[in-house]
T-cell receptor
Framework: NAGVTQTPKFRILKIGQSMTLQCTQD?????MYWYRQDPGMGLKLIYY???????DKGEVPNGYNVSRSTTEDFPLRLELAAPSQTSVYFC?????????????FGEGSRLTVL | GQQVMQIPQYQHVQEGEDFTTYCNSS?????IQWYKQRPGGHPVFLIQ?????EVKKQKRLTFQFGEAKKNSSLHITATQTTDVGTYFC?????????????FGKGTKLSVKP
């Protein structure tokens, strides 16, 4: 059981470039989330999904897009990268609705935009 | 908007000393979760409290949920170097969207051997 797997672990982007952070889980969880973590700050929710084909914005969605074509995968796309998107990104999943049960986090993707 | 405030931001203790971190919400919470993040690692779930006034223990860790379900605390007795990391509380909010879990900014614990 791998849990939640994120790739890549590290990436450096130039301003204006685009990229996709991959996230896959093998726990058959319906609920999946993308968070960003900035130094000294908590976790901010970017987007979440309650099941395949359903996504919704979180607290800080600007500059990002997501899709959920399967239960397992929840990629996060950054369009026109900006220095403000330098952060550590965590994908997470849960068996039950957010706030009602444990979140399982991936190991994170550290992104630097120069 | 809804916020979960967590204090202190940093705590440095000598090994063997106790440690406490506190969370306060501006609104009533449906539940509170606690996570630990080791340096360079990812958050790992510790526990969830749901009932008003609930107290749960995990070995040296004691978790409390306030009577009004607006505050919570994590207390570690006799800290060890393995306790190093950042402890986050996360409050589940009533109503709203499916994504409502508000994280505090965390308390970073360092333990001097």
């Amino acid at each position: 059981n791998a849990g939640v797997t994120q790739t890549p672990k590290f990436r450096i982007l130039k301003i204006g470039q685009s990229m996709t952070l991959q996230c896959t889980q093998d726990m058959n969880h319906n609920y999946m989330y993308w968070y960003r973590q900035d130094p000294g700050m908590g976790l901010k929710l970017i987007y979440y999904s309650v099941g395949a084909g359903i996504t919704d914005k979180g607290e800080v969605p600007n500059g990002y897009n997501v899709s959920r074509s399967t239960t397992e995968d929840f990629p996060l796309r950054l369009e026109l990268a900006a220095p403000s998107q330098t952060s550590v990104y965590f994908c997470a999943s849960s068996r039950t609705q957010s706030g009602t049960g444990e979140l399982f986090f991936g190991e994170g993707s550290r992104l630097t935009v120069l | 908007g809804q916020q979960v405030m967590q204090i202190p931001q940093y705590q440095h203790v000598q090994e063997g000393e106790d440690f406490t971190t506190y969370c306060n919400s501006s609104t009533t919470l449906s539940n509170i979760q606690w996570y630990k993040q080791r340096p360079g690692g990812h958050p790992v779930f510790l526990i969830q409290l749901v009932k008003s006034g609930e107290v749960k223990k995990q070995k040296r860790l004691t978790f409390q949920f306030g009577e009004a379900k607006k505050n919570s605390s994590l207390h570690i007795t006799a800290t060890q170097t393995t306790d190093v990391g950042t402890y986050f509380c996360a409050g589940g909010t009533l109503g709203g969207s499916q994504g409502n879990l508000i994280f505090g900014k965390g308390t970073k614990l360092s333990v001097k051997p």
